[in-house]
């Protein structure tokens, strides 16, 4: 099971439309569309999770596309980098 990140979404982008985007390279098993709290806009970006022959293909086909004006990048999550450590 991979986990993708979809960057440069729309912001009127909804959790089917993003979700009918990757099933048509294989099964979806989950989908997060980070949304503003207050206006419930998409924040531009979303994570994907679908198994690794399948995530690839999709991650191959997606990249680079055009979304209403938007360029997509996806590609495989990486890991967030360490923030500092705890104050003392």
């Known amino acids: 099971m991979l ?3 979809a960057g440069s979404l729309p912001p009127d982008a909804t959790d089917e439309e ?17 949304r503003d709290i207050f ?6 970006f979303a994570f994907i999770q679908m198994e690794g022959h399948e995530a ?7 990249n680079g596309r055009e979304l209403r004006g ?3 990048r996806v590609n495989e999550e990486r890991p967030r980098p360490a923030r500092g450590g705890r104050r003392r």
């Not at 206006?39 to 531009?44: D, E, I, L, M």
């Not at 690839?56 to 997606?62: F, M, P, Q, T």
Request: with cysteine; proline share 0%; hydrophobic share 45%.
């Open 3 to 5: 986990k993708i990140y």
């Open 56 to 62: 690839r293909a999709a991650i191959s086909a997606l």
């Open 39 to 44: 206006s419930g806009k998409c924040k531009g």
């Open 70 to 72: 938007s360029t997509l």
């Open 18 to 34: 993003v979700r009918q985007l990757f099933a048509a390279h294989g099964r979806v098993r989950s989908i997060d569309v980070a």
